[in-house]
């Protein structure tokens, strides 16, 4: 178990709908970022979020978002769904200038 | 810009055999690099770094990654595959402004028993 949980672990929505995933670090982290995982395209970066604050931002189309929240979950929003939205969304967190990320389980995202 | 690649879309190894995962590097200052596993519908799991120090880097389940400088390498190891070890592997390198991890396209690992 890495410490940094993902809801929900699946899924499934039609086209042109909205999405919110969530993201909990592992305690002490500040650093959130999110990855988008697809098929054929790797594990491609989104954002990251530090302390509240968004740090980097990554290939993250526009009806894309997310943000960091006082007690540093975070959430993903994902609106205007398309069928090429569908794919595995992880969230990870550090420490402040720490070394490795930890993952969560991700969320498995079906756009139908 | 920092950058990693593995240039190996799949490797194959029967078990028992070594096995050598490849990964090169391009950065600009000190490189801070990760390897990372991930199973099937699962998260990714951290193996080892190299963040300064000795070129070998010892790291979960028996693997372990040596840093070349001058080949702008880090290459993962493992002296003998295990049919369980068969996994998507990630390279990645901390990017020194922001600590986002940039990852490489993936090498599959398949191991034969």
């Keep these: 178990d890495s410490g940094v949980t993902q809801t929900p672990k699946h899924l499934i929505t039609a086209t042109g709908q909205r999405v919110t995933l969530r993201c909990s670090p592992r305690s002490g982290d500040l650093s959130v970022y999110w990855y988008q995982q697809s098929l054929d395209q790797g594990l491609q970066f989104l954002i990251q979020y530090y302390n509240g604050e968004e740090r980097a931002k990554g290939n993250i189309l526009e009806r894309f978002s997310a943000q960091q929240f006082p007690d540093l979950h975070s959430e993903l929003n994902l609106s205007s769904l398309e069928l090429g939205d569908s794919a595995l969304y992880f969230c990870a967190s550090s420490e402040p200038r720490g070394g490795e990320a930890f993952f969560g389980q991700g969320t498995r995202l079906t756009v139908v | 810009a920092q950058s990693v690649a593995q240039p190996e879309d799949q ?96 090498t599959r690992l398949q191991v034969f028993p």
């Design chain 2, 11 to 106: 490797v194959n190894v029967a078990e028992g055999n070594p096995l050598t995962v490849k990964c090169t590097y391009s950065v600009s200052g000190n490189p801070y690099l990760f390897w990372y596993v991930q199973y099937p519908n699962r998260g990714l799991q951290f193996l080892l770094k190299y963040i300064t120090g000795d070129n070998l880097v010892k790291g979960s389940y028996g693997f372990e990654a040596e840093f070349n400088k001058s080949q702008t390498s880090f290459h993962l190891k493992k002296p003998s595959a295990l049919v369980s070890d068969s996994a998507l592997y990630f390279c990645a390198v901390r990017d020194g402004n922001t600590d986002k991890l940039i990852f490489g396209t993936g």
